[in-house]
């Protein structure tokens, strides 16, 4: 059975401090894995889809990267906007998704 | 292009009854799957359905069940509501539903039971 732990559970970063959020899978074979962001009372807003090993994506101050036993979401200087809980899944039709990380930031 | 929606957004029943909730998936996508989220459980998939067919379905009781339409919405059933099935409903579509697509989120429906 496919299983995603994420860590940390909560984050709090002062704007413009870096830092990474992981995402630990395992799976009897990768079909993806997915990051989500969710602000409070919407639904996950897709952010990377990743499929191989050694893999890397990004988007404005986020980037992606994938191993075959963990991703990161790695954000360089963050804004308060950015804050959100993310969310990593992996599977296909069926996603497993972890428990989260709620990342803040403060101005 | 509008993406996935979900009606009701709101909705609060009591202990017994039941309850349906309507997905509209992204225009041309095929597939649609719905997931429970709680505090507690986090985001658990409910079931998948492709052309009208229930393709995948999660480790639920059969008072969730769900349909697809031949306009590929989609609508799920909660019957005898237990207040543990209180929680955010989400609704996902892909276009084509092969296993390495994305799935696409709507807001949502949340349901409250008393």
């Known amino acids: 059975e496919d299983q995603v732990t994420q860590s940390p559970e909560a984050l709090r970063l002062q704007e413009g401090e870096s830092s990474s959020l992981n995402c630990s899978y395992t799976?009897?074979?990768?079909?993806?894995l997915f990051w989500y962001r969710q602000d409070p009372g919407k639904g996950p807003e897709f952010l990377f889809t990743?499929?191989?090993a050694g893999e890397e994506k990004e988007k404005e101050r986020l980037k992606a990267t994938l191993t075959k036993k963990e991703s990161f979401l790695h954000i360089t200087a963050p804004k308060p906007e950015d804050s959100a809980t993310y969310l990593c899944a992996v599977g296909a039709q069926k996603l497993v998704f972890g428990q989260g990380t709620r990342l803040t930031i403060n101005p | 292009k509008a993406g996935v929606t979900q009606t009701p957004r709101y909705l609060i029943k009591t202990r017994g009854q039941q309850v349906t909730l309507s997905c509209s998936p992204i225009?041309?996508?095929?597939?649609v799957s719905w997931y429970q989220q709680t505090p507690g459980q986090g985001l658990q998939f409910l079931f998948e359905?492709?052309?009208?067919?229930?393709?995948n379905k999660g480790n639920f009781p059969g008072r969730f069940s769900g349909r697809q339409f031949s306009n590929s919405r989609s609508e799920m059933n909660v019957s005898t509501l237990e207040l543990g099935d209180s929680a955010l409903y989400l609704c996902a579509s892909t276009s084509s539903g092969v296993s390495t697509d994305t799935q696409y989120f709507g807001p949502g429906t949340r349901l409250t039971v008393l």
């Open positions: 225009s041309g996508h095929r597939s």
């Open positions: 359905y492709f052309s009208e067919t229930q393709r």
């Open positions: 990743l499929y191989s």
């Open positions: 799976v009897s074979g990768l079909r993806g």
